[in-house]
């Protein structure tokens, strides 16, 4: 099995929370690494994995999206780490590629001539939706599912959602969104999609802190949320929640799901 190569970068999906959801690869770059630098949601245990020798630096970041290690930074370590010889792990929260600002790290390397690999990890939404035995797709009610961001203000500027696609497909899953959960429901009422439609929220996923509440979308557009929720959270917009288990508890108020 591959180990980490000198001056080479490794961008590491370390998946959802478990820490043994990260893949056998991604484990062993990971094991082999003369440096990682790692993201802020990290499991600890995951990290004892390095060698005892290795170098971690962490340039995790506040809010689980807005930068306190500028991203210019990490990039710039990235390359310096890798052009001084070194094998370099940069361990990033569930995979790479998806909302994890990975495609600007992999851009920085190919244009610094830097050789990278990217190692795929469980995304928070895959992670979710199992530790919560809820499918992402089902073949009565859910032929797609879209992975979105609810980092921007529904209303405003940034935000680059179509809502009529959106509230016409009815599957979604928002990462980020815990500010602009409740906008982002009424959002999608306001665009046609039914208020009797299933959601969920589902907080510190596949850890034993998970928890999960089980919705309408009603109820979310009515400030419904996690009392006290302070960890990373996904929003399920769908008819796939009622198949959690083949069961609907229209308010399941604040169940603990233990993780699996
Ligand atoms: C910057 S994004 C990074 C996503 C990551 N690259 C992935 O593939 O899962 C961070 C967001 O992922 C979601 N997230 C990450 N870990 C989670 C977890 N254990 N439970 C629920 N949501 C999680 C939250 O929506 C959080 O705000």
């Not at 893949?23 to 062993?28: A, I, P």
């Not at 306190?68 to 790479?96: N, Y």
């Not at 589902?202 to 309408?216: G, N, S």
Request: hydrophobic share 45%; proline share 7%; charged share 20%.
């Amino acid at each position: 099995m591959k180990a980490a190569q000198a001056g080479w970068v490794y961008l590491v999906g370390a998946g959802p929370g478990a820490a043994d959801l990260i893949t056998v690869r991604g484990l062993r770059i990971l094991r082999t690494a003369d440096v990682v630098l790692h993201d802020a949601l990290i499991p600890r245990e995951l990290l004892e994995e390095a060698r005892p020798d290795a170098e971690i630096l962490s340039v995790g970041k506040r809010g689980y999206c807005l930068g306190s290690t500028r991203q210019e930074a990490i990039q710039e370590a990235l390359i310096r780490l890798a052009r001084s010889g070194r094998s370099v792990c940069r361990l990033k929260g569930g995979d790479p590629y998806v909302f994890g600002r990975g495609g600007e790290e992999a851009e920085a390397l190919a244009q610094a001539g830097v050789p990278f690999e990217v190692v795929p990890g469980i995304t928070a939404a895959t992670g979710a939706c199992a530790a919560a035995q809820i499918p992402l797709t089902h073949r009565a009610v859910g032929p797609a599912v879209v992975l979105a961001t609810g980092h921007h203000d529904p209303e405003g500027p940034d935000c680059k959602l179509d809502w009529d696609a959106l509230a016409r497909l009815g599957n979604v899953i928002f990462y980020m969104a815990s500010r602009y959960r409740t906008a982002i429901a009424r959002r999608l009422i306001e665009h046609g999609l039914p208020p009797t439609t299933a959601a969920a929220v589902i907080e510190k996923a596949t850890t034993p802190e998970q928890r999960i509440v089980v919705a309408t979308l009603a109820e979310i557009a009515d400030d419904l949320t996690l009392p006290g929720e302070v960890g990373p959270s996904l929003f399920l917009v769908g008819e796939c929640v009622r198949h959690r288990q083949g069961l609907y508890r229209p308010w399941e108020s604040f169940a603990e799901v233990t993780a699996p």
